[in-house]
């Protein structure tokens, strides 16, 4: 059990907690009456522990309207990110010729270090910027395609500000003009209908944790035409079908799989719930004054909301919270007191982008706990914005 | 962070300004929000004596845990030694980070400043 203090969790899009339902399933696969074994033996127990992997491979392709055969399994959306940019760029191109990929600037950045790993092997990469509302323009993201232009990688829902990309025009242009796009669906996977087929896409990674699955438990799935232009990066036991090397972890992708399930039933209302959650939140923040909204008012995701309050610096207004679990910034950068490279690429300056704060509300927050959030923001805003000269 | 900055950053007391009365007011001021720590100092003086300390400052929270702690050091202080130590003596007693010391080099600067000013 945790040891720390009550704290009102909004955090979600940093990380979910693993559903209870989720847990029971995945304790089927732990200790010795378990289904622990090795599903690559070919025993008896091996095979049970096959069935139970094949089975969620079948509930994550059906969540995606993908092909059961078209997801591996991976550790999560990280390696998903690295496994397509790296392998596609390393292996779809012939040896010498000219290779280019399109990104955008407000990328994770799983995504964009990749991409400057690839700029040092000689791969041209274009950042396309983000338009004021965090949206990134398809057509500009199409204008930056070119003649050796071998991928296309842009995240669905940004990780900052919630803001959704309209992947399925970009995926439309992609598909026309027969370049591979790659989407981090890290946000979006169980929170918003995804259909590969419909969006056009040619890779799209996954993580369970931001999907109330366990961490380190991921997916990548590839389109059928890609695969063989796809390189694997680690090698071994040639598990996943030679593209992921590596003893499958079982209770980890019956947790996803498990996800998956509960998200393909329930993800509809319970979206609907956290954008009525989110209004209310932004409705008790808009009182607080000159608070400002990062992105797009309704383009984005159902719990998220990244707010700047003027005035206050935000690492100070991180600390005055200690009640609630939030963040400046994303959780893999909170660390630097450097301001968030997302709004700064969509042109909020460095005070301003620094006092922002993101909410990201889930499955278990409560309309209570929303209000006890705006309460404590506002009571500590006007407190730091009174000390301040 | 230590307990030191979380009791003197959720009690900033000290924290304001200086209403007009007895005893003349001096004001000292140091950085910028756009270099992400500001603070100004205000003391009132009597003679050679430090009455009252007041601050406001827009910064980390070891900058205002390191300007309440002061604030509250400074009444009765003399012209010749207006305040404690140096900031690696501040960063000591609060258990600030050494790579927060700029920040402390910045609260220092507004006390010089005010100190300054009452010369």
């Known amino acids: ?389 | 962070m230590s307990a030191a900055v979380r009791e003197h950053f959720d009690a900033l007391r000290a924290a304001g300004r200086l209403a007009p009365g007895a005893g003349r007011i001096v004001t000292g001021e140091a950085g910028s929000r756009e270099e992400g720590t500001q603070v100004r100092f205000q003391w009132r003086v009597a003679g050679d004596r430090i009455l009252e300390a007041r601050y406001l400052a827009y910064g980390c929270p070891y900058t205002l845990a390191a300007c309440e702690w002061l604030a509250r050091q400074l009444p009765g202080r003399t012209r010749a030694a207006p305040w404690p130590g140096a900031p690696e003596d501040w960063a000591r007693v609060l258990d600030i980070p050494l790579e927060r010391l700029g920040r402390l080099l910045v609260v220092e600067d507004a006390l010089r400043a005010a100190a300054a000013a009452w010369a």
């Open chain 1, 1 to 389: 059990m945790s040891t720390h203090a009550p704290v009102i969790y909004l955090d979600y899009a940093a990380s979910t907690p693993v559903d209870p339902r989720v847990v029971e399933r995945m304790l089927g696969c732990l200790g010795p009456d378990g289904v622990f074994a090795n599903p690559s033996s070919t025993h008896a127990p091996g095979r049970e522990a096959r069935a139970l992997v094949e089975q969620a491979r079948q509930s994550a392709a059906r969540l995606f309207n993908a092909g059961a055969g078209d997801v591996y399994w991976t550790s999560g959306a990280t390696e998903s990110n690295n496994l397509a940019i790296l392998g596609w760029a390393r292996g779809s191109a012939a040896p010498g010729a000219a290779r280019h990929v399109v990104t955008t600037r407000i990328e994770h950045k799983a995504v964009l270090d990749p991409c400057k790993r690839l700029e040092k092997e000689g791969v041209a990469v274009t950042y396309v910027e983000p338009e004021p509302d965090g949206r990134v323009d398809p057509a500009r993201v199409v204008a930056a395609i070119r003649p050796d232009t071998l991928l296309v990688s842009v995240m669905h829902a940004n990780n900052e500000t919630g803001v959704i990309n309209d992947v399925g025009a970009i995926g439309a242009s992609c598909r026309a003009r027969g370049v591979p796009l790659h989407v981090d669906a890290a946000q979006t996977a169980g929170r918003l209908p995804i259909d590969v087929q419909r969006l056009n896409l040619d890779f799209m990674s996954v993580s369970a944790h931001k999907m109330y699955g366990p961490k380190g438990a991921g997916l990548l799935y590839v389109h059928p035409a890609r695969r063989p232009g796809l390189l694997p990066l680690q090698f071994g036991g040639g598990q996943e079908r030679g593209l992921r090397s590596g003893t499958l972890p079982v209770h980890q992708i019956v947790g996803l799989g498990a996800a998956c399930e509960i998200a393909f039933a329930e993800a509809a209302g319970e979206a609907a719930r956290l954008t009525a959650l989110r209004e209310r939140l932004w409705q008790g923040l808009q009182s607080i004054e000159g608070a400002l909204l990062n992105g797009h008012p309704t383009e984005r995701l159902p719990g998220t909301l990244n707010v700047a309050f003027p005035g206050v610096e935000g690492e100070s207004l991180l600390f005055a919270l200690p009640g609630l679990a939030i963040s400046s910034g994303s959780a893999c950068s909170s660390d630097s007191d450097e301001p968030s490279y997302v709004l700064r690429a969509l042109g909020r300056d460095v005070q301003t982008a620094q006092s922002s704060l993101r909410f990201s509300l889930g499955r278990f927050t409560s309309a209570a706990e929303v209000d006890a959030a705006v309460t404590a923001v506002a009571r500590e805003v006007a407190r730091l914005r009174a000390a301040a000269p």
